[in-house]
């Protein structure tokens, strides 16, 4: 059975792996185009886990890889129909969105509400360049995204909208228990 996985980089697509099922061991490749220099990690991303896969290695102005892993090893991760992946470069950090009129955000990373589903609290935490703040009606939730990027925060994401004048960023509400609102923007 031989299904592909999108691989992101900071939400933007830079091609997919293949994986193939081959009795006890399923092949990952990837052959994409390369950009940009630097060492970039390929991870399974999962629900509860990851998976370091491998480096991409350039060769020419492709980057290409080849990894086996035990169906065992897959199932016990939960990765054994991974549906993303994620590249990293080592090193490279996030530019956080700090601009005039954002100096009271905070990173996402730090948002804790004691009633929000733990399935829920682990996706806004993964969010790249996720930022929030206490308003009046609950809590506001802004990450940066253009249209054909990945769908950050898969749990809530019908309850986003889209907003040019927040610069192009995604917003959700949340109540104070950590449940989503809809608000108009």
Known sequence: ?????????????RGHLTANSQGLRTVF??????????????????????LLLGTLVPEGNRLRLE????????????LERCSWSEVETPGQECKPIVSEGWSDWAPVQSLSLPGMDPVLAEAIRH???GIWRREPEG???????QIGQRMPCMPIFCFA?????????????LDEQGNPVIKKV
């Open 161 to 173: 909208s889209y907003s040019t004048r927040r610069g192009g960023m995604l917003t959700w509400f």
């Open 139 to 145: 809590i506001c939730i802004c990450c940066p995204w």
């Open 67 to 78: 990894r086996t892993i035990s169906n065992a090893m897959l199932r016990e991760k939960g």
């Open 29 to 50: 490749r990837a052959d994409c185009p390369a950009w940009e220099d630097g060492i970039k990690k390929v991870w399974l991303k999962g629900t509860h886990s990851n």
């Open 1 to 13: 059975m031989e299904w592909e996985i999108p691989m992101y980089e900071q939400e933007a697509l």
């Open 127 to 129: 969010m790249k360049n």
